[in-house]
C-alpha cells in the first residue's frame, strides 16, 4: 500500500495542541512530538468499528489486546513476557510519575533529557539528582564516573530514557550493561522510558529493551511503553508498563490507587491494531523518516553557528546553537529562529524542571529540538527561514 506522507494536512481550527500553539500566525510549529500525518489506515478502521458499536463505558483490556503485545515484544525484541507483569496506563508520562511515587528516596537522571523526567520527581516529593551527559566529537554518552559519584545513601530510582530524546541515541549494549551494573552495585531500580523503541533509523541498529538484559535487571525493571509515537496516536492516550518482580509490580499499582483513570475504549482499540495490523505503515514511515533525518543533518551542517549529532532514533533533532548564541549575543535560540516563523522546542526545558528560570550560563539556551515528522515541503521551508535568520 502506498502511504502519503509529502500530503500536507491542514490542522487549522482544530485540536491540535501543537498547531494551536501558533493560530493566527505564521510559524511552523515543529515543537511536541507528534506526526504531521495521518494515522495507520488499520488502526483508523479498527477505530471505526469500535465507534460503531456506540458503547463507550469504563473499558479493560481484553485477552487479543494482551496477546498482541506479547507478540509485538517477542516478534520486535525476542522478549516473552507474562501476562500478569503488564500494567495498563492512560499515558506513559503518567507511568514516569507513578515510579516516581511508588519507589521511596531520590532520583538520578542525566540532562538534556525529557521534561517529565525533571518535573515527576518534583511533583512526587522526590529529590532530583540530575547527571549531564558528556557531548564527545559531535556524540552523547553517559558520564558513568559522573553518575556513581552524583548517587547519594537515599537514591533508589534512576530514570533511563531510552531511545533517548532529545539527543537521538540507541543506547548500546555495553552501556546498558554499565547502568545495570550500576543499578545493582547501589539497589537501583531503573525505570525506561522506551517509547520511541519502535522508531530506529539507522537500520543496523536494534532495540534492546533493559529488562531483557538479565535476570537481575528484569527484576529491577519497570520498562514504559506505549504505540503512540511510533504509529501517531499519542492523543488516545494508551501506554502500558511491564514490571517482572511481584513486589514492584504491587508498589506501582499502589501507587496508582485513586490518581490513575483507566486506559480508555479507543486508546486501546488502537493499541491492538497498531501492533498487530500496522506493520506496512510502520515500515514505510520508518523509510520517510529516514529521509527527512538525512534532510535535517544535510541543512544544519550548512549553516554557520549551528551543529547537531547523528539522529539513530526518534523523529527529534536536537540542535546546538551555541556558537550561534555566542556569536550573536543571542539569550535564546528557540525565540530567534520563533521570530523567523519556525516554532521549535526551547532547549532549557531539557535541562530544568518546569517552573525553574534559567540560570546564567544555563546551557539550555544554546539548544533547541526540531521534530521532523513533517512532510518534506514544511522541513524545507523551515529551513529556509531558519537560515535566513542565521544570516540576518
Given at each position: 500500500m502506498k502511504f502519503d506522507f509529502d500530503r500536507p494536512i491542514d490542522f487549522s481550527n482544530g485540536d491540535s495542541v501543537k498547531w494551536n500553539r501558533y493560530a493566527g500566525h505564521d510559524v511552523l510549529p515543529l515543537w511536541v512530538a507528534d506526526m504531521d500525518f495521518e494515522a495507520p489506515p488499520a488502526v483508523v478502521e479498527a477505530l471505526q468499528r469500535r465507534v460503531a458499536r456506540a458503547t463507550f463505558g469504563y473499558?479493560?483490556?481484553?485477552?487479543?489486546?494482551?496477546?498482541?503485545?506479547?507478540?509485538?515484544?517477542?516478534?520486535?525484541?525476542?522478549?516473552?513476557?507474562?501476562?500478569?507483569?503488564?500494567?495498563?496506563?492512560?499515558?506513559?508520562v503518567t507511568g514516569l510519575n507513578v515510579a516516581c511515587r511508588a519507589v521511596a528516596g531520590s532520583v538520578l537522571t542525566a540532562t538534556p533529557v525529557y521534561p517529565p523526567f525533571l518535573s515527576a520527581p518534583q511533583l512526587s516529593q522526590r529529590a532530583l539528582i540530575d547527571v549531564p551527559l558528556r557531548l564527545s566529537n559531535g556524540r552523547w554518552e553517559w558520564d558513568f564516573a559522573a553518575?556513581?559519584?552524583?548517587?547519594?545513601?537515599?537514591?533508589?530510582?534512576?530514570?533511563?530514557?531510552?531511545p533517548h530524546n532529545p539527543v537521538g541515541r540507541v543506547w548500546r549494549d555495553e552501556e546498558l550493561q554499565e547502568i545495570a551494573a550500576l543499578a545493582e552495585q547501589h539497589d537501583l531500580i531503573v525505570c525506561s522510558d522506551e517509547i520511541h523503541c519502535g522508531l530506529i533509523l539507522?537500520?543496523?541498529?536494534?532495540?534492546?529493551?533493559?529488562?531483557?538484559?538479565?535476570?537481575e535487571a528484569?527484576?529491577?525493571?519497570?520498562?514504559?511503553?506505549?504505540?503512540?509515537?511510533?504509529?501517531?496516536?499519542?492523543?488516545?492516550?494508551?501506554?502500558?508498563?511491564?514490571?517482572p518482580d511481584g513486589t514492584l509490580r504491587r508498589a506501582f499499582?499502589?501507587?496508582?490507587?485513586?490518581?490513575?483513570?483507566?486506559?480508555?475504549?479507543?486508546?486501546?482499540?488502537?493499541?491492538?491494531?497498531?501492533?498487530?495490523?500496522?506493520?506496512?505503515?510502520?515500515?514505510?514511515?520508518l523509510d520517510y523518516l529516514r529521509g527527512n533525518r538525512d534532510f535535517v543533518e544535510a541543512e544544519i551542517s550548512t549553516i554557520p553557528g549551528l551543529a547537531m549529532g547523528h539522529v539513530e532514533a526518534t523523529y527529534l533533532a536536537w540542535i546546538?546553537?551555541?556558537?550561534?548564541?555566542?556569536?550573536?549575543?543571542?539569550?535564546?535560540?528557540?525565540?530567534?529562529?520563533?521570530?523567523?516563523?519556525?516554532?521549535?522546542?526551547?532547549?532549557?526545558?531539557?535541562?530544568?524542571?518546569?517552573?525553574?528560570?534559567?540560570?546564567?550560563?544555563?546551557?539550555?539556551?544554546?539548544?533547541?529540538?526540531?521534530?521532523?515528522?513533517?512532510?518534506?515541503?514544511?522541513?524545507?521551508?523551515?529551513?529556509?527561514?531558519?537560515?535566513?535568520?542565521?544570516?540576518?
Open positions: 473499558a479493560e483490556p481484553w485477552p487479543s489486546l494482551v496477546e498482541a503485545v506479547q507478540q509485538h515484544l517477542a516478534r520486535e525484541y525476542a522478549w516473552s513476557i507474562d501476562p500478569e507483569w503488564l500494567i495498563w496506563l492512560p499515558g506513559l553518575l556513581a559519584t552524583a548517587l547519594r545513601p537515599d537514591t533508589r530510582l534512576f530514570l533511563l530514557c531510552h539507522d537500520r543496523e541498529l536494534r532495540h534492546r529493551p533493559f529488562a531483557t538484559l538479565s535476570p528484569a527484576r529491577r525493571s519497570i520498562t514504559l511503553m506505549a504505540p503512540s509515537k511510533t504509529f501517531n496516536i499519542a492523543g488516545l492516550g494508551c501506554a502500558f508498563a511491564v514490571i499499582r499502589t501507587a496508582m490507587q485513586g490518581i490513575v483513570p483507566h486506559a480508555n475504549a479507543l486508546g486501546l482499540t488502537a493499541c491492538e491494531a497498531a501492533f498487530r495490523d500496522a506493520g506496512d505503515w510502520h515500515a514505510a514511515v546546538d546553537a551555541s556558537q550561534l548564541c555566542e556569536t550573536r549575543e543571542l539569550r535564546s535560540a528557540q525565540r530567534l529562529f520563533e521570530q523567523a516563523g519556525v516554532g521549535l522546542s526551547d532547549g532549557g526545558d531539557f535541562f530544568r524542571s518546569q517552573g525553574h528560570q534559567a540560570a546564567a550560563g544555563d546551557p539550555g539556551r544554546n539548544f533547541v529540538r526540531l521534530n521532523f515528522a513533517s512532510p518534506r515541503r514544511t522541513l524545507r521551508l523551515a529551513f529556509e527561514r531558519m537560515r535566513n535568520a542565521t544570516q540576518a
